[in-house]
């Protein structure tokens, strides 16, 4: 498989997946939006449980980004990957509405605390009833950070503020 079959597999796999944790998220929205504490914590308190675990790992190491991350209202997910020369690979989703979604996919490297990247590509999907999709490539080598501070991380995205007010706190691992 070539470089370009191989980043089209992985994009729709991705996309998939997004889709689904956006209509999970607008669901949960609907069945109880706001009624979360800001902490985080779920009744059982699993996902203050997982915050303390990423905010144990160290900012400095490129792993600490690692896993999957997720807003409160779950309608924004960002996945992490680091591969063997320590590069984070980063997806992003965002739900807009029931069949909307923004992605954005980039790589950085991790300095004092901040995941750096300069190659971020956006791209909008709409997803028709028949699940048909119209993807429109939004930009490319968008830049920004990902900031990492007790156990959420926090996006500046210096092409379109996308990240502005968001705050992704640690879902799972790898």
């Known amino acids: 498989m070539n470089k370009k079959e191989n980043k089209t597999n992985i994009s729709a796999c991705f ?4 889709l689904f944790a956006a209509l999970v998220g607008f669901a949960v929205c609907a069945a109880g939006c706001g009624k979360a504490e800001k902490t985080g914590k779920t009744e059982d308190g699993a996902l203050a449980e997982k915050d303390a675990t990423a905010a144990e790992l160290s900012p400095e190491e490129a792993g600490a980004f690692a896993g999957e991350w997720t807003d409160k209202a779950h309608n924004a997910v960002m996945d992490i990957w680091v591969d063997e020369d320590n590069v984070c690979h980063v997806e992003v989703s965002i739900g807009k509405s029931d069949n909307e979604v923004s992605y954005w996919s980039f790589t950085g490297t ?34 920004g950070s990902l900031t990492m501070g007790d156990g959420k991380v926090t996006w500046s995205d210096a092409q379109d503020n996308a990240g502005e007010g968001l705050v992704f706190v640690y879902y799972s691992e790898y």
């Open 110 to 143: 991790v300095v004092d605390s901040q995941l750096l990247y300069t190659d971020c590509e956006r791209v909008d999907a709409v997803y028709s009833d028949s699940w048909d999709i119209t993807e429109t490539s939004c930009y490319e080598r968008g830049r």
């Open 15 to 18: 996309m998939k997946k997004a």
